[in-house]
């Protein structure tokens, strides 16, 4: 099936670090979603973008939506044990369906 | 939140499963993904007021019920090793974007 291009693949950094990870597809979304994933868990939306350009942020993290539509980039700032996890992009294009297309996850280890 | 049971599951190759999904209160569609390990999930199907409204890529023997209290099923028969997966529902109410996910069913197929 679909999946968006994400990296990095995983990245271990150390406590109080700054973050990128970034999304990119071959076609255009309306719609841009981050997601966090803890080992067992389902996914957990963190910051939703509806429009080419917008950047929003959530507390510690800021994602922008790309300008072609194409893309989307999710910093944290100042990393915290509690950042560890999978995270996921996800693209859509609404309608009836609504279907996320997610992208293949990066993996974030922090260490204390 | 969104429930779904069991939380793990073994099945032998050929067997069928059902898994069930319970949909945040007032949400009336539902959609199940399936999430092969290293993966992001990739969604199979959704269902508004009981009808399926949109399938991926998956064969028909993955099929699905959703239920007068919104709650659901997924069942799927003649499992095969690569089924193996988490499996997540995810709900929302018709008409916003955001969906809610469960926390999965593990299937091990062997």
């Known amino acids: 099936g679909q999946q968006l291009n994400q990296s990095p693949q995983s990245m271990f950094i150390q406590e109080g670090e700054d973050v990128s990870m970034n999304c990119t597809s071959s076609s255009i979304f309306n719609t841009w979603l981050w997601y966090k994933q803890d080992p067992g868990e389902g996914p957990v939306l963190l910051i939703a973008l509806y429009k080419a350009g917008e950047l929003t942020s959530n507390g510690r993290l800021t994602a922008q939506f790309g300008i072609t539509r194409k893309d989307s980039f999710l910093n944290i700032s100042a990393s915290i044990p509690s950042d560890v996890g999978i995270y996921f992009c996800?693209?859509?294009?609404?309608?009836?369906?609504?279907?996320?297309?997610f992208g293949t996850g990066t993996l974030l280890a922090v260490q204390p | 939140g969104v429930t779904q049971s069991p939380t793990h599951l073994i099945k032998t190759r050929g067997q069928q499963v059902t898994l069930r999904c319970s949909s945040q209160s007032g949400h009336n569609t539902v959609s199940w993904y399936q999430q092969a390990l290293g993966q992001g999930p990739q969604f199979i199907f959704q269902?508004?007021?009981?009808?399926?409204?949109g399938r991926g890529n998956f064969p028909p023997r993955f099929s699905g019920l959703q239920f007068p209290n919104d709650s659901s099923e997924l069942n799927v028969n003649a499992l095969e090793l690569d089924d193996s997966a988490l499996y997540l529902c995810?709900?929302?109410?018709?008409?916003?974007?955001?969906?809610?996910f469960g926390p999965g069913t593990r299937l091990l197929v062997l």
């Open positions: 995810a709900s929302r109410f018709a008409g916003e974007e955001t969906q809610y």
């Open positions: 996800a693209g859509l294009n609404g309608g009836a369906t609504n279907k996320l297309i």
């Open positions: 269902y508004y007021r009981k009808e399926e409204n």
